[in-house]
Nanobody, 121 residues
Framework: QVQLVESGGGLVQAGGSLRLSCAAS????????MGWYRQAPGKQRDLVAA???????NYADSVKGRFTISRDNAKKMVYLQMNSLKPEDTGIYYC???????????????WGQGTQVTVSS
């Protein structure tokens, strides 16, 4: 059974920083793309940042220059360093990974349960 578990969310003042972590566990053969998505109240879930297995990154325009995504392939973890946080960054942050299970034959999407980030003005 595969799990993605996020941590590091919380309440922070505008201008502050948080670091999110996501750990993948279970019978995993390989991990392809990993990413962070955000869902604000009453809105759809949107991409914040993504990273390929080779380290190429992609960011939403709203977070470029403030957020940095990174990963540790050996530990099966992905991180999101969030600096200069703004109230509009508030939402539930979800980790996503495209995984190949041990003895599996196809890549599949997996999501974490989410971690709340609240930025006060």
């Amino acid at each position: 059974q595969v799990q993605l578990v996020e941590s590091g969310g919380g309440l922070v003042q505008a201008g502050g920083s948080l670091r999110l972590s996501c750990a993948a566990s279970g019978s995993i053969d390989s991990i392809n793309d990993m990413g962070w998505y955000r869902q604000a109240p009453g809105k759809q879930r949107d991409l914040v940042a993504a990273i390929t297995s080779g380290g190429r990154t992609n960011y939403a325009d709203s977070v470029k220059g403030r957020f940095t995504i990174s990963r540790d392939n050996a530990k099966k973890m992905v991180y999101l360093q969030m600096n200069s946080l703004k109230p509009e960054d508030t939402g539930i942050y979800y980790c996503r990974a495209v995984l190949l299970l041990a003895h599996g034959i196809r890549w599949s999407d997996y999501w974490g349960q989410g971690t709340q980030v609240t930025v006060s003005s």
